[in-house]
């Protein structure tokens, strides 16, 4: 069974610009969640989708937003770029059957903001 | 709100040796989940073990083991016989019944010396 991908792997952007980073989650996951990772805070919970539903959502501002698909892929968006932004950015499915349940983590998108 | 701390930043030791990575967690729910996940150079999150909180048996699974006490909030993970290719950042996590919300430690890098 193919893992969690995630497009693109690195990207690199500029201050004041948009971005949108891409997650397809394992065959018959249907919650994916995100997750930033940055030196300084460490691993840090965005938010997580279920059925194209904003399920959980974790303390960040409102320039992070996303969606999911019919499909379960989901797409998170970083709007008007700051220099702090540059980060791992980390999506983890699961099957969501209610409880016990283990993400699984894809690779990442790196992404620098100049 | 959940907490977990791994106080070890950094551990290095030689090929051959155990090694213990710790993790403390607080929470006031009474059903909980905790994770430890690797991370290599790579980036991508590997799940390593799933534990609930009404399940205080310690687990064994080859080279890796690990001790759960509730009455320390306590989720040890010993590796036994260290080998060069355990080196990695390792991360404790800590979610709810249902598991789509991880809270992380800082991670504890761990370096393996041939």
């Known amino acids: 069974k193919a893992g969690v991908t995630q497009t693109p792997r690195y990207l690199i952007k500029t201050r004041g610009q948009q971005v949108t980073l891409s997650c397809s989650p394992i065959?018959?996951?249907?919650?994916v969640s995100w997750y930033q990772q940055t030196p300084g805070q460490g691993l840090q919970f965005l938010f997580e989708?279920?059925?194209?539903?904003?399920?959980n959502k974790g303390n960040f501002p409102g320039r992070f937003s996303g969606r999911q698909f019919s499909n379960s892929r989901s797409e998170m968006n970083v709007s008007t770029l700051e220099l702090g932004d540059s980060a791992l950015y980390l999506c983890?499915?699961?099957?969501?059957?209610?409880?016990?349940?283990?993400?699984?983590f894809g690779p990442g998108t790196r992404l620098l903001v100049l | 709100a959940q907490k977990v701390t791994q106080a070890q930043t950094e551990i290095s030791v030689v090929e051959k040796e155990d090694v213990t990575l710790d993790c403390v967690y607080e929470?006031?729910?009474?059903?909980?989940?905790l994770f430890w996940y690797k991370q290599p150079p790579s980036g991508e999150l590997v799940f390593l073990i799933r534990?609930?909180?009404?399940?205080?048996q310690n687990e064994i699974s080859g080279r890796y083991s690990w001790n759960f006490q509730k009455s320390t909030s306590s989720f040890n993970f010993t590796i036994t016989a260290s080998q060069v290719v355990d080196s990695a950042v390792y991360f404790c996590?800590?979610?709810?019944?249902?598991?789509?919300?991880?809270?992380f430690g800082a991670g504890t890098i761990l370096r393996v010396k041939s």
């Open positions: 065959s018959g996951h249907r919650s």
């Open positions: 996590a800590l979610s709810d019944i249902y598991g789509n919300k991880l809270v």
């Open positions: 989708y279920f059925s194209e539903t904003q399920r």
């Open positions: 534990r609930n909180s009404f399940d205080e």
């Open positions: 983890a499915s699961s099957t969501d059957r209610g409880l016990k349940e283990t993400q699984y």
């Open positions: 929470t006031r729910d009474t059903t909980y989940y």
